[in-house]
């Protein structure tokens, strides 16, 4: 069956130290995996996906196939970074995309 | 600046009133998404649909919601009869599949839409 597990619920840190929101995947085939990321007061949005390999506002994401991890990592958290991050699966046709159970992400000053 | 629109933003009901909410997909886009939010579960798939059909709506309870899409600019999520537990936020979100031209797995969300049944 198809499963996003995202174990930290909270994560708290102070600005400018390392973070890593862990994400774990259960699927029979090749994924496209998926970061989401939603601000206060604004609507879910797509962060990065793996397929890309891309930097975005500092965050980077490594599949792990073997492991099936897929952790989010920025090596010096801001404070604007606080927000919902939520971890996402897609068959491969993109057709059914379904989320982990999110981590809220608080940057302290 | 093209967006997916839900209605309504907020919704209080009483337990038992049917529930109505609606979604238009941005324009071009063949998929669509519902999603319930909430603390304990996060986002929930409740049913989406390619190109107006339902493809899968295994996560919704069958015996009082359902989803339609009557035309391509409109899919909408009824629950009846409402119940406490189904207090919630529903997100509706709209992407294009692969075979569309669009990035699979790349939704682009409402606002949605806050339910409370008391």
């Known amino acids: 069956a198809q499963r996003v597990t995202q174990p930290e619920k909270l994560l708290s840190v102070f600005k400018g130290a390392p973070v890593e929101l862990k994400c774990n995947y259960s699927?029979?085939?090749?994924?496209?995996l998926f970061w989401y990321v939603q601000y206060s007061r604004q609507r879910l949005q797509l962060l990065l996906r793996h397929i890309s390999r891309e930097s975005i506002k500092g965050f980077t994401a490594d599949l792990n196939k073997g492991e099936t991890s897929f952790h989010l990592k920025k090596p010096f958290a801001q404070e604007e970074d606080s927000a919902m991050y939520y971890c996402a699966l897609s068959d491969a046709g993109g057709f059914k995309t379904i989320f982990g159970a999110g981590t809220r992400l608080f940057v302290k000053a | 600046d093209a967006r997916v629109t839900q209605t309504p933003r907020h919704k209080v009901t009483e337990m038992g009133q049917e529930v109505t909410m609606r979604c238009q997909p941005i324009?071009?886009?063949?998929?669509v998404f519902w999603y319930r939010q909430t603390m304990m579960q996060g986002l929930e798939l409740l049913a989406y649909?390619?190109?107006?059909?339902?493809?899968?709506d295994s996560g919704m309870p069958k015996d009082r919601f359902s989803a339609e899409m009557p035309d391509a600019t409109l899919a909408t999520l009824k629950i009846q009869p409402s119940e406490p537990r189904d207090s919630a936020v529903y997100f509706c979100?709209?992407?294009?599949?692969?075979?569309?031209?669009?990035?699979?797995?790349?939704?682009?969300f409402g606002e949605g839409s806050r339910l409370t049944v008391l």
């Open positions: 649909f390619r190109n107006r059909a339902p493809l899968d």
């Open positions: 324009l071009g886009h063949n998929t």
């Open positions: 979100a709209s992407g294009s599949s692969l075979l569309a031209g669009g990035t699979p797995g790349e939704l682009f």
């Open positions: 699927y029979s085939g090749s994924p496209e």
